[in-house]
Nanobody, 120 residues
Framework: VQLQASGGGLVQAGGSLRLSCVAS????????MNWYRQAPGKQRAWVAD???????NYADSVKGRYTISRDNAKNTLYLQMDALKPEDTAVYYC???????????????WGQGTLVTVSS
């Protein structure tokens, strides 16, 4: 299983970006999907998650500005980021828990990261 993240870039404060993460390979189910981010000099931090049923959760720092969503048919995860702030600058990583068959427990996989830079 491989995850490919895309959509990062340079944006001015107040702007928007949409990140995508596509999973490929042998996939039976993906019960949970997450976005994390790692700012310069800081540890990786959880941003948002969404389950198969679609219930999202957000870190307080992004609540009301970010929207996580998923397309189960395409094994794709999205993160719509609005009202971006300079402190949102980070490498964003997608994370998925994937079962390759009905007999396998979910395993964690990570994308390669995509850089988001917000200028003031």
């Amino acid at each position: 299983v491989q995850l490919q993240a895309s959509g990062g870039g340079l944006v001015q404060a107040g702007g928007s970006l949409r990140l995508s993460c596509v999973a490929s390979g042998r996939i039976f189910s993906v019960p949970a999907m997450n976005w994390y981010r790692q700012a310069p000099g800081k540890q990786r931090a959880w941003v948002a998650d969404i389950t198969t049923g679609g219930s999202p959760n957000y870190a307080d720092s992004v609540k009301g500005r970010y929207t996580i969503s998923r397309d189960n048919a395409k094994n794709t995860l999205y993160l719509q980021m609005d009202a971006l702030k300079p402190e949102d600058t980070a490498v964003y990583y997608c994370n998925m828990y994937v079962s390759e068959s009905r007999y396998q427990s979910p395993r964690a996989y990570w994308g390669q990261g995509t850089l988001v830079t917000v200028s003031s």
